[in-house]
Every structure is written in C-alpha cells, then in structure tokens.
C-alpha cells in the first residue's frame, strides 16, 4: 500500500522584514549534533511521506548516522532553539520564491556565521518573495552565497536545447546514466579555488559556463531538482542521478564519524517479520476451507524457527469464540510475540475513518464504505491491549503497537503508547525491482510526530508485490530482490518480512512466505522480535553523540540501538581507552562497533596486535564484562545462539562455561560457541 500523507495547502502570509517565528520547541529525541534541519515551503506541495525527496534524502542522512527535522518556510522562519541545535541545513525549495525570501535569506546567512553547513537542493528559494513578488535585495543574496564560495549573476536558461553537460562527474551517475531532462541553467561561478565542482552546464550559443554544482568549506549547493533526482513520468518512480550519501557526507564534514545504524546487531544484519491482523477471519481457497489464520498458523509460523510477531484487530476477537481459540492457538507458539492492530482498524488515523469487519484493511476490497468516527487513543490502544492480553498465554504480554491502514497515527495516540512504554512501528512501503532499483524506493528508518518517534517497517508488505492483492498472488517472493538491494553493498535495512493474515488465502500467496522464510532461514542474519526492532529505531532517534577527543565519542541515550559504523576506517577500538565496546567486525570497507549496555566511550587507534573481543552473535548483549583473561557475557537469542570470539591468539588453549565451545581457538584465532534459545550467561577463560 501507497501510505501518503498529503500536506493541506494554506497560504500564510509572512512579511519579509518582520516573519512571525515558530515558538520554541525543546528537541526531545537526536540532541548532540545529529540533527540536521531541512527548510522547504508547503507551497511546493511536497508532502513527508511517500516516495520524494524529503523522504529519499531522509534515507540518506539515517544511513549517514543523521536524524532529519523538518520546517516548513509557510509558518515563519525556526526559532532561535531549533536553529541552534541544528547540525546542518539542508533547503529543497524548488524554484527561486519563498515566503520571507530576505528574512529567510538572513537567518541562512546567520547559520553560516554559526558555522553550520548549508546545502541548497534544488533552487535558491530566497532570490523572490512568494507572497509579494518582490526581489531580495543582491547584498542579501551575496551574503548567503559568499560563505558557500560561489555567486550567482541572474542569467537563466530554460530551454534544453541551448544546453548540455560539461565536464562529466563520476558522481553523476549513480543510478542512472547522466541525460535529459536538464536542469534549467542558472549562472553560477564557483569563486573558492577549494571548492569542488562536480556538476557543469555550458550554453550552446554563447559558450557560457555555469557551475550549477559546488561542494564547498560552507557546505554545498546544487541547482535544479533534476539534478537530484530522475523521476519516471509515467510511473513516478525515482533513482538517483547524484550520489547523495557522496554529496552529503563531504557537504556535511562526515567522514571519519561514528555513525549509529539500527541495521546490525552483533555484527550481523537484523531479522524481523510481524503479521498485520487483517483478513484473520477470512477463508482460504485451499481445500477444507480454513481460516487464512489457519493457513499461516500451519503452513508458516509451525514451520520456521524465525520470530514473528503477530497482531489482531481486537474488535473481530469480541464475542467471537471460535475466532479467539484460534488466536490462542499462534500467540501460544514459542516463536510468536503477540501484538495489537488496533481495536477498530481505523483506516485513516488523521481523518477518523474506519474499516468495517470482514475487511481487509487496504487489499482488493479497500474502495469499501468507511464510516467516520471520533478515535480515541484509549480504545484503540487500551482497549485493544486489554481484549488481546486475553488471549495470551501466561509470561507473554502485548509487547507492540501495529498502526494499521495508512499508519498515519496523530500524536495523541503516539502520546499514549510512549505512557503505556509500548513500543510502535509500521509505514514505510519500501519496495525495490529490477525496473526501479534505487535507493531512493527504500524508507527511512522511522517519522518524528511532535516529540515522539514512530518507527518504520522495513520492507512493503504483500500489497505492494500483488497489486493490492488482486495477482500475482505468488509476487511477494520478489521482496527478496529488496533485501539484496538494502544489504549490500551499502546496508540500509534489516531483512523484514512483512505480511497480513489475507495472505494465507491463497496457497500462491503462503508458498511466495515459505520462500522468504526459508531465504533468511539460509542468511547469517539476527533474529530479533519486531518490538526490539522498534525500540532499536527509538534509540537510534534518541541518541547523543559526542566528541571526547581526536578520535574518540561518548554515547548515549542510545537504549537499544548499539551498532556503531564506521565507512571506510582503517583504526579499530582501542578497548584498554574504550568504555562499553564488547567488540567488532569487517564487512568489506565497512567497520561495525558492538556495544555493550551501559555508558560507552569509543576510541580508535591504529590496528596493534590482536585483542580478544566479541566478533559476531545472533542474539541481543545483555551482559558483557571483560578482563585480562576472561570475558563473561549474556546473550538473548530467538534462536539457536552463536558467538564468535575472535583476537586470541591461534590455538590458544581456552576454558569455556555455559555454553557449548572447543577447548582453544582455532588456527585464525577464533572461538566458535553455540548455546540455546533463549537467555544465556558464558564465561571464556584463556
């Protein structure tokens, strides 16, 4: 399902000299210079979720270790409070008009003098006021462009035909060979010998040069939307034109940080699938009639060993006794963590609209008549937890919150799952083939609404392979095609699995799951439940990284996310300095710190000789304490448990408790253990 959010247009008129400012909001989630701040104008009708550019660019910075803020340029300029704590701006006005081009021009230029990169996407949205008309004045222009090292002269170019590109940039062609359309021509110089331009358009009837793409000391402009992004006029599918993680990290100052990624967990990339409850009552087309519960129950969640978490729309569970024994019959199986997809599945969480029971939530039935109602964040939430919790079997309790139909929950109900410390997750409809392979179709790993975060799934579920489950019924199997992609060679998500129980109708629709399980059954992944997924996004959002010296951070706030990656670092930890680091690993040029719960202090050093660190798990850290000597350690694992020890030296003659391990490290100095399902204390002596 297409989830989109659209921006209401309202006009709001901000006068130039004198803009009303949004009041201060204290930032409750990614303080510490993770921040960046990006400005666009609700008049270009861009919207914050879906497919665009604000969400492709939000991709990017979460892959580069930044969280994004949106401001809208309708409502007045950031206050002071939010400008601040910015780590960069980045504005993606499309064209030369905003609402208080000067005042906006100035706090641009006073954000440089805060030396904050600024990055100009798309156009220069301060050269004309978009209320009244009028033309900033040069001096204010001048005054935002001097710090980026470039000047602007007012010559533009619309026609394409009087265009071409000079001087090709590797950059340029990421996704999709450089060609038409081209950006419109804005004559730009670059004025700094330091700066670096990497995107040239020349005139055909004068020659004229201009440098429409400068990274600078300042940060970076780069004119023209297209230039960004291709979008497909038939489909409006994107790709990439620029390599934005390039672009970004060198505009930014990135290189060489520590950059916090909810992707890995121990060293391997993080497994989770969740079922949303609708279609639970629906009858498969498989002999026997079953339930599509039944069908995934028996043809699925029995025969993997993988977790999945499962949810069901409360209201259908209300005086509904067979439909309840089925429930039990999943929530009681080892691998399932029960889940709730609300109590009446609104279909639009904004507008109060919901579902009737009997149908699926966005499927072949979704133009069914929805009624309006009043949502209240305590039916949908307590109510739904209270019938659910029911169901359960003892020692196992409601641990998320699926948003069904557009998963566009308003901040109330975000309020009451933060009170009721339940975490949430779903939206994000990323989905990638081989007509469409861009990172650009993948999602950003959550939203912020007000203070609170809401998590995204990682991975589109079966609507999006199956025409909105009108066939093929067997098209998810080519999510597998979007797990490749987001994994390598740059890791942007977790494998998900993610489907409705409507998808155990048809017997297509279970073999196209089976295939998926079986795929990650086969893949070194870690199996998490999807609730500590959630709460890894959560710490992602909410973390503080700060420097602590020349090549040294402190962490914190992080709760649950505790993967640092490092792109293209040749140091490792140095654990005698470190603090709350329980060990590492290497996937190419890429560099995964696993911390330890606690306080953590990271420092890196040139490679020395081999230290004795955990390499590798596919279960949660819950302990880890280390000496010269001996390492103990807790693991929680969904299934069975491994661990890799690596740096001791080969051979080394080893004792090992409370878990299955050899007796001295093998000839590349590692150890190699296996333990149960489940909580597991260790001790490694050599």
Not at 222 to 248: A, C, I, M, V
Not at 400 to 416: H, Y
Not at 502 to 517: I, N
Not at 557 to 564: A, F, I, L, M, Y
Request: proline content about 8%; aromatic content about 8%.
């Amino acid at each position: 399902m297409i989830r989109r959010c659209l921006l209401a247009m309202a006009t709001v008129v901000v006068a130039a000299q004198t803009p009303r400012v949004v009041a201060a909001q204290t930032p409750s989630v990614g303080a510490g210079g993770r921040d960046v701040l990006v400005v666009y104008a609700q008049a270009d009708q861009v919207t914050l979720r879906g497919q665009n550019v604000m969400t492709a660019l939000e991709t990017v910075c979460n892959h580069l270790g930044l969280t994004v803020r949106y401001h809208d340029l309708a409502g007045g300029l950031p206050s002071e409070a939010v400008s601040r704590s910015a780590r960069a701006v980045i504005s993606v006005l499309d064209g030369d008009a905003a609402p208080g081009a000067a005042a906006y021009a100035g706090w641009l230029a006073a954000c440089e003098g805060r030396h904050q990169p600024v990055v100009l996407l798309g156009g220069l949205g301060f050269l004309h006021d978009a209320q009244t008309g009028l033309a900033t004045e040069p001096s204010l222009v001048d005054a935002v462009l001097k710090p980026l090292g470039v000047r602007y002269d007012g010559t533009t170019v619309q026609d394409p035909a009087r265009l071409r590109l000079a001087t090709p940039h590797p950059a340029l062609t990421f996704e999709r060979p450089w060609s038409a359309p081209l950006p419109p021509y804005v004559r730009m110089t670059s004025t700094d010998p330091a700066n670096e331009v990497f995107l040239q358009l020349q005139r055909t009837d004068t020659g004229d040069v201009s440098d429409q793409g400068v990274i600078s000391r300042g940060g970076a402009v780069l004119l023209g939307r297209e230039s960004l992004l291709y979008t497909n006029p038939f489909s409006f599918r994107q790709r990439w034109r620029l390599d934005p993680f390039w672009l970004l990290s060198r505009a930014l100052g990135l290189a060489g940080e520590p950059r916090l990624d909810p992707t890995t967990l121990n060293g391997r990339r993080v497994f989770y699938a969740h079922i949303d409850g609708d279609g639970f009552a629906n009858r498969a087309n498989l002999p026997g009639r079953p339930l599509a519960a039944e069908s995934v129950r028996d043809s699925l969640l029995r025969r993997t060993p993988l977790p999945t978490t499962v949810s069901v729309i409360a209201n259908e569970m209300v005086g509904a006794p067979a439909l309840q024994a089925v429930a039990k019959s999943i929530f009681a199986l080892p691998n399932v963590e029960p889940a709730s997809h609300s109590y009446s599945h609104p279909h639009d969480w904004e507008t109060g609209t919901v579902t009737p029971n009997g149908h699926v939530g966005e499927g072949a039935d979704s133009d069914v008549k929805r009624a309006q109602v009043t949502l209240s964040p305590q039916h949908e939430i307590d109510d739904s937890l209270r019938v659910i919790q029911a169901l359960l079997p003892a020692g196992k309790r409601v641990a998320l919150m699926l948003w069904s139909g557009r998963t566009n929950p308003t901040e109330p109900f975000l309020a009451r799952t933060a009170a009721l410390d339940l975490p949430n997750l779903n939206g994000g409809d990323a989905v990638v083939d081989e007509r469409f392979p861009s990172y650009a179709n993948l999602a950003p790993f959550g939203r912020r609404v007000g203070p609170y975060v809401q998590p995204y799934a990682s991975m589109a579920n079966e609507n999006l392979f199956t025409n909105r489950w009108t066939g093929p019924f067997d098209g998810q199997a080519k999510a597998i095609d979007t797990f490749r992609f987001a994994g390598a060679p740059r890791r942007l998500a977790p494998v998900n699995i993610y489907y409705h129980f409507y998808a155990g109708e048809r017997m297509a629709g279970v073999k196209a799951l089976q295939t998926l399980y079986r795929w990650a059954e086969s893949q070194p992944l870690n199996p998490v439940v999807t609730s500590h997924y959630a709460r890894m996004v959560q710490g992602f959002f909410a973390a503080e990284v700060v420097a602590d010296g020349p090549a040294a951070w402190r962490i914190s706030g992080h709760g649950e996310c505790r993967s640092v990656r490092f792109d293209d670092e040749p140091r490792l930890p140095e654990l005698a300095a470190s603090q709350g680091i329980a060990g590492w690993c290497r996937e190419a040029r890429t560099l995964y710190v696993h911390l330890a719960p606690g306080p953590v202090r990271l420092v890196l050093a040139a490679a020395t000789a081999p230290v004795p660190h955990l390499e590798s798990a596919n279960g949660i850290l819950q302990a880890w304490s280390m000496d010269t000597h001996q390492v103990t350690a807790g693991f929680g694992a969904t299934v069975p448990l491994q661990v890799i020890m690596a740096g001791l030296a080969p051979g080394q003659p080893v004792a090992v408790t409370g878990i299955t391990g050899p007796k001295s490290a093998d000839a590349d100095g590692r150890l190699r253990l296996s333990g149960p399902v489940g909580d597991t204390r260790l001790a490694v002596r050599w």
